[in-house]
């Protein structure tokens, strides 16, 4: 009898633990639907909500808990959701790579895709101003690069690299930026900033020199003149 028992409780084990690793997955003839809010995010962390609807061949939402695959080719997506009314919502986190990703949405034998704009994909202009535009007493000014998406949206941690240049090789031993050539990321107005500092002598001749804004991908750039003395 004690063996008889022990057989049965390991097969109740075995079956509970087959139970367990069951997948819940949208049933034959459903149809899923996969969104993303916002359409475009920056390099480096942005972050979109990636949604799927999964509707059953009767027109109802699926089972709550049905699990939803979640698949990428640039970027980094949480690998599943469970369905709620019939949608599984994960987020989608870019990298440091621009592109267009596709995402692809998976419960069962259905799929959708849908595509999110990364960093490069989205930058159509770059704004430079300098305050001030003239250096004379103070030797130095900040430059403003404003990025910009195709709706006027400012687009935040987007690398741009600021350089300098200006009539003859006077610029080299005379102009230089404090970024040194590092690349500075937006902030959440989509604005990167640094400073142009001037050795040139205070009474020597104006001069104009050149400052311009490239982001990281070198896909867009702008650009600005500061008047020194």
Same mark, same amino acid.
């Given at each position: 009898?004690?063996?008889? %028992?022990?057989?049965? $409780?390991? $097969?109740?084990?075995?079956? @509970?633990?087959?139970?367990?690793?069951?997948?819940?997955?949208?049933?034959?003839? *459903?149809?899923?639907?996969?969104?993303?809010?916002?359409?475009?995010?920056?390099?480096?962390?942005?972050?979109?909500?990636?949604?799927? $609807?999964?509707?059953? &061949?009767?027109?109802?939402?699926?089972?709550?808990?049905?699990?939803?695959?979640?698949?990428?080719? @640039?970027?980094?997506?949480?690998?599943?959701?469970?369905?709620?009314?019939?949608?599984? %919502?994960v987020n989608f986190?870019?990298?440091?790579?621009?592109? @267009?990703?596709?995402?692809?949405?998976? *419960?069962?034998?259905? &799929?959708?895709?849908?595509?999110?704009?990364?960093?490069?994909? $989205?930058?159509?202009?770059?704004?430079?101003?300098?305050?001030? %535009? %003239?250096?004379?007493? &103070?030797?130095?000014?900040?430059?403003?690069?404003?990025?910009?998406?195709?709706?006027g949206n400012p687009?935040?941690?987007?690398?741009?690299?600021?350089?300098?240049?200006?009539?003859?090789?006077?610029?080299? &031993?005379?102009?230089?930026?404090?970024?040194?050539?590092?690349?500075?990321?937006?902030?959440?107005?989509?604005?990167?900033?640094?400073?142009?500092?001037?050795?040139?002598?205070?009474?020597?001749?104006?001069?104009?020199?050149?400052?311009?804004?490239?982001?990281?991908?070198?896909?867009? *750039?702008?650009?600005?003149?500061?008047?020194?003395?």
């Open positions: 009898m004690a063996v008889r %028992r022990g057989f049965l $409780l390991a $097969l109740a084990v075995v079956f @509970l633990g087959t139970c367990n690793q069951a997948i819940l997955t949208a049933p034959a003839g *459903s149809t899923l639907f996969v969104f993303v809010n916002p359409p475009f995010v920056a390099a480096q962390g942005g972050t979109a909500v990636v949604s799927a $609807l999964v509707v059953e &061949s009767i027109g109802t939402p699926v089972a709550d808990g049905t699990v939803v695959q979640f698949f990428t080719n @640039l970027g980094r997506i949480e690998e599943q959701g469970k369905t709620n009314d019939g949608v599984a %919502r986190v870019s990298d440091t790579r621009s592109g @267009l990703a596709t995402v692809t949405a998976r *419960s069962g034998a259905v &799929s959708a895709e849908t595509t999110i704009a990364v960093g490069g994909e $989205l930058t159509l202009h770059v704004l430079v101003t300098a305050e001030p %535009r %003239r250096i004379v007493d &103070s030797r130095s000014s900040q430059i403003t690069a404003t990025v910009l998406d195709s709706d687009v935040p941690n987007i690398g741009v690299y600021f350089t300098v240049s200006g009539p003859g090789a006077q610029v080299a &031993s005379t102009e230089f930026l404090d970024s040194g050539g590092r690349v500075i990321f937006t902030d959440n107005d989509g604005r990167a900033r640094d400073v142009l500092r001037t050795r040139w002598p205070r009474d020597a001749a104006a001069k104009t020199v050149t400052v311009t804004a490239t982001t990281a991908d070198g896909d867009d *750039s702008g650009d600005t003149t500061v008047t020194i003395n």
